[in-house]
Every structure is written in C-alpha cells, then in structure tokens.
C-alpha cells in the first residue's frame, strides 16, 4: 500500500530497558508494525526505547508527528520499572478504560498473570493510543480486541461512523 492510499501513520513504540540498551531481541513490535501495515497504515519500523521517561518522551514525538494510533508494548506491569502507563496518561483526553479491561478478560483465559497489566487507552486529540503488555500473548490479545474496534474509533473521532451495528 502506497502512502497515497494510506490510513495515515501510525507508531509502534517498545518500551524495553533491556531491548533498548541490545541486551534481549524485540519480540513484539514487529508484530504490532506488521499489524497496522496489514490493516493500511504507514508505520515505520518499531521506536524501542528504555522504560520511564524515553516513553513519554516518544509519544510527545510521535503525536507531533501527526500519527493517528501509536501501540506501545511494555512497562504495564508492576516492576518499580513499568511505568508506561503513568507516561501514557497525562496526554489521553478521553481516556477508553473498557479496551483494557477486554484485554484483561481475553489475556486471562490464557493466563492469570494478564490481570496484572495497567495499560490505558484512549485518545490524546485525535490520536488513539493505547498500551498492550510486553508479552506476545499480551501484544495478541490485544489485537484481537482491537480488531473490530480501530476503524470504528478512528471514524467516531473524526465525526463519521455510528454508534456500531446496535444503533
């Protein structure tokens, strides 16, 4: 798909001390990248960067850039660490807690460890953000609530779309 034909951007970023400093492999980005590239959007290959304040700071980057959804993978646990969440929060507007409570409930058919993510999800203007956990499980989970979801969302805040197939 060309850039003409596009959905507009979209950012994938990794939140991984580890994967940051070439310690451990990025399992999940690519898979998210991938994803997106599937489903339209210009993305470039994933933004891997240390948990805590890196976070934020490429999310700032990547709203000024003009994306459209960024995915971040990682830093939703609990470690002293994870702290994409409390990075995430201070640009949502319009915060979806119901996005990841699905993750949660889907997550945790697998695993009960999947409720231990505190992820957030929302929109920062226009932009819909959304944090997945840093796990492959986690990072599928929630694509497959995202799935019949984003292009719903995206339509809605741009003031287009119904209210979905109930009315």
């Not at 891997?48 to 700032?60: F, M, N, S």
């Not at 409570?101 to 920062?124: D, K, Q, Y």
């Amino acid at each position: 798909m060309t850039a003409s034909t596009s959905l507009g951007r979209a950012a994938v970023i990794v939140a991984s001390t580890s994967a940051a400093a070439g310690q451990n492999p990025d399992l999940t980005g690519p898979e998210i990248v991938a994803w997106l590239r599937s489903r339209g959007f210009a993305v470039p290959d994933p933004r891997i960067v240390a948990d805590g304040c890196p976070v934020g700071e490429a999310l700032r980057e990547e709203l000024t850039a003009g994306s459209r959804v960024i995915i971040t993978t990682g830093g939703t646990g609990v470690s002293p660490t994870d702290l994409t969440p409390e990075q995430t929060r201070p640009f949502i507007d319009s915060e979806l807690p119901g996005i990841i409570e699905a993750i949660r409930r889907r997550g945790e058919a697998a695993t009960p460890f999947a409720v231990l993510t505190r992820g957030v999800a929302g929109f920062a203007g226009s932009c819909f953000v959304v944090n997945l956990p840093g796990s492959r499980g986690g990072v599928r989970d929630g694509l497959g609530v995202l799935e019949p979801l984003l292009g719903h969302l995206l339509a809605q805040r741009s003031g287009a779309g119904g209210h979905g197939p109930r009315g």
